[in-house]
């Protein structure tokens, strides 16, 4: 098992660089086709950590690596990420927060469904609904949706994508295809990023893509996508799936949203109302109630 400090910095890296990603996904959609930036920053990124793997001496991935964690991906990137990123499109960012913040719910609840899988307590449940409350009120969408009513084809798809992220983080969990958590990183970010790559030609992405209207910004975002969202972000996942328990992993979607509201205060002056502050206590709360909980042993299902 991993050193609690070796744990603690893995956390603190998915709660603080994917709730910056939200700001990049914004930035680098602004003159990038959706699927497509997708694809380049995964297959980007899942070929310079391979590439890094080889040079240290990493065997080739077998046949089996290749396919399980193709499919992980694809569940995890194409269902989770790309459906968001398309729905950004149209459902405003609060709600969109908001939806997001049912995801540990699916985690949780899939890996209770699943086989041989670990049932929640009572305790880990009431926290995760508690910081979904937290999230609600973070995200207030009964103050954004004024205008225009909500977009329900980018909420299904939000929902979808936290369905499908669920999936693919339970059964990355208990997939068995014996590579190491940075391989099987490199291979899910290729394999999904491949999948997004079809989706974006079926989607059209390829005649909108236009060089000229792409500004520096945009290149910048992308490549913190890259580089942090991905390289750092996404196979610190990967290896926290291996090394902690679903419910525990899945508290990051509670935290990005509070990051998310700091750096919209620090970068574009938003403001911080009480409210803010006050979602930000009920979410922390719930969040160290699931992280210091103790799992219950799996059981059996009944014949």
């Known amino acids: 098992m991993p050193s609690r400090t070796a ?15 939200y700001l990049a996904i914004r930035v680098a959609v602004e003159t990038m086709p959706p699927f497509l930036m997708a694809a380049a920053r995964f297959l980007t990124a899942g070929a310079i950590l391979l590439a890094v793997l080889k040079l240290r ?16 991906g694809t569940f995890l990137l194409l269902g989770g990420n790309g ?3 398309w ?10 927060a908001l939806l997001i913040g049912v995801g540990p719910l699916f985690i949780v609840l899939t890996e209770w469904a699943w086989p041989g899988g670990t049932r929640p307590t009572l305790i880990t449940m009431t926290a995760l609904l508690l910081g979904f409350a937290g999230v609600t009120w973070l995200a207030a969408p009964w103050e954004t949706s004024a205008g225009g009513g909500i977009h329900f084809g980018g909420v299904g798809a939000i929902l979808l994508a936290c369905l499908s992220w669920g999936i693919g983080s339970i059964y990355s969990r208990h997939a068995k295809h014996g590579a190491e958590p940075f391989l099987a990183s490199a291979l899910q970010m290729l394999g999904g990023g491949g999948a997004l790559a079809i ?12 060089f000229r209207a792409i500004a520096p910004r945009n290149w910048g975002a992308f490549a913190y996508l890259i ?14 799936m291996k090394h902690s328990t679903p419910a525990r992993v899945a508290t990051y979607a509670y935290v990005n949203p509070i990051v998310a509201v700091l750096l919209g205060w620090l970068i574009l ?5 009480p409210r803010t502050i006050v ?6 709360a719930a969040v160290a109630i699931i992280t210091t909980e103790k799992t219950r042993p799996a059981k059996p299902k009944p014949a």
């Open 57 to 72: 001496g990493a065997p080739w991935p077998t046949w089996n690596q290749w396919r399980i964690n193709t499919i992980i």
């Open 279 to 284: 979602a930000a206590i009920i979410i922390i």
């Open 269 to 273: 002056d938003e403001p911080i109302t």
């Open 227 to 240: 580089g942090v969202g991905s390289l750092v972000g996404f196979s610190t996942f990967v290896w926290l």
């Open 87 to 96: 729905a950004e499109q149209f459902v405003p960012s609060g709600l969109t």
């Open 199 to 210: 989706a974006a030609v079926v989607h059209g992405d390829f005649g909108r893509l236009d």
């Open 7 to 21: 744990l603690t910095l893995a956390f603190t890296a998915i709660y603080l660089i994917w709730g910056s990603t």
């Open 83 to 85: 459906a968001v990123v």
